[in-house]
């Protein structure tokens, strides 16, 4: 211990010498104490990468099974009369499914398994937005306070997931201050000069927001701190509190190529620092989705083939079953390459790919290869149980016409089909479409 009362780790060598005609040691006193705190932090965030890729496999694997439960509920949902009770059951089903859709997307949000709608957004307006909606369930006896920068200062990324990081932090500051307090959010463009590495977190040269949340409350006992974005982990009563609130932040943010940090301290409330690449400016208002912009889009597929590409044996023929209602004659492959051998037997005849991305055998990427190598003006259709990922881009950047995140709703997959093998006229100012990251 150190006369400022601070422990410190040392290593210490000696060695024994002659000084002044005398046998002495001389010792060598190296300190290692910040050396330690980083081996610690690699470790800690080697073990949160470790379960995010798990946390990311069990949400795509469940993300396939609610798409069975989905898919044939919606079947049924269509052969029921719409005064039958069994209406109300299955809006039960629903209802349920959908609740653990939420769960797994927070999941694939701490795994980091991408972007589901990505577009450039003032982080002002959605601040604001989410003040807005916590007053549904944070008491009037909880002030916000705003200090934003003069100006918008504009990101690219998914707004959704932005709020929901935001309405988690909103929530944590809420349950630490039962009695009321301060919410202050503040926002300031910053410039990192060099590469800044913090917790073993490097921040690119660039300009960046940064973002605090900060808040009055009860704080953070010290041996929780080195937990706090850890799934799972909480600090609140059981039945409480998930315990995925800063772990889908956390997630979030780093998939945003942003870092997260906690600084907290017993009865002196906890900030929440978060620094985010910054863009020079929204872009126009996006594009709308295939479901959107098309509702009169036919739902009959009478006279079209279809080739469906999915590993899961219930998802593939929820598909099939699904496209053959609306008059579609359905061809099925199990993997990539059985997708690429039954394209090749009927390329000419094959008006629509649904593909799966992540399979055996063959992923759906270099199944895509293949198959546009047959046939490079064939419409492909992308399904994945992660999100709008690396491979997806990559995907449509090579022709794919459309995406969609499973669970997948059947009336959107329809309409998204029609619009591809019918596609709306342009008008001819827009025919040439904008170059860039979809």
Request: hydrophobic share 45%.
């Amino acid at each position: 211990m150190c006369g400022d009362g601070v422990i410190r780790s040392v290593l210490i060598r000696t060695t024994v010498s002659t000084f002044n005609g005398r046998s002495a040691i001389l010792a060598n006193l190296v300190d290692l104490t910040e050396t330690k705190r980083l081996q610690e932090q690699v470790v800690h965030y080697q073990k949160l990468e470790s379960i995010g890729t798990l946390a990311g496999g069990i949400a795509h694997d469940f993300n396939n099974i609610l798409q069975g439960i989905t898919g044939y509920t919606s079947l049924v949902r269509m052969q029921v009369p719409p005064d039958s009770p069994l209406q109300g059951d299955l809006a039960m089903i629903e209802d349920a499914t959908a609740r653990a859709t939420v769960l797994t997307r927070k999941l694939l949000g701490f795994a980091r398994k991408g972007k589901y709608v990505v577009q450039e957004f003032d982080i002002h307006e959605v601040i604001d937005a989410v003040i807005t909606l916590s007053r549904r369930t944070i008491p009037f006896t909880v002030e916000f306070e705003r200090a934003f920068h003069a100006g918008p200062l504009c990101v690219r990324g998914d707004r959704s997931q932005m709020e929901q990081v935001l309405l988690n932090l909103f929530l944590n500051a809420r349950d630490a201050m039962p009695g009321g307090g301060r919410i202050r959010v503040e926002t300031q463009p910053v410039t990192v000069d060099g590469d800044l590495v913090r917790d073993n977190h490097v921040l690119k040269t660039g300009r960046y927001i940064r973002l605090v949340v900060a808040d009055t409350g009860t704080g953070i006992d010290p041996a929780n701190l080195p937990r706090v974005f850890d799934p799972f982990f909480t600090t609140k009563a059981q039945g409480q509190g998930s315990g995925l609130g800063l772990a889908t932040a956390y997630g979030i943010v780093k998939n945003h190529q942003g870092y997260i940090y906690l600084d907290s301290k017993p009865d002196r409330g906890t900030r929440v620092l978060i620094f985010l690449p910054a863009t020079d400016a929204p872009a126009p208002a996006a594009a709308e989705s295939a479901s959107a912009a098309a509702p009169e889009a036919a739902l009959s597929l009478v006279g079209r083939r279809l080739l469906v590409v999915d590993d899961e044996t219930i998802n593939r023929l929820f598909l099939s079953r699904l496209l053959r209602t609306a008059g579609a004659d359905i061809l099925e492959a199990a993997d990539g390459q059985q997708a690429v051998c039954v394209f090749r037997d009927h390329a000419d005849a094959i008006d629509c790919v649904i593909l799966d991305i992540n399979m055996p055998v063959k992923s759906g990427d270099a199944a895509l290869a293949e198959i546009q190598a047959i046939r490079a003006d064939v419409p492909v259709v992308v399904l994945s149980g992660y999100g709008e990922d690396a491979s997806v881009y990559q995907m449509l950047r090579r022709g794919c016409r459309g995406f969609l995140h499973k669970p997948v709703d059947a009336v959107a997959l329809l309409q998204l089909i029609g619009t591809v093998l019918n596609p709306p006229t342009a008008p001819a100012a827009d025919a040439q479409a904008p170059e860039g990251e979809p």
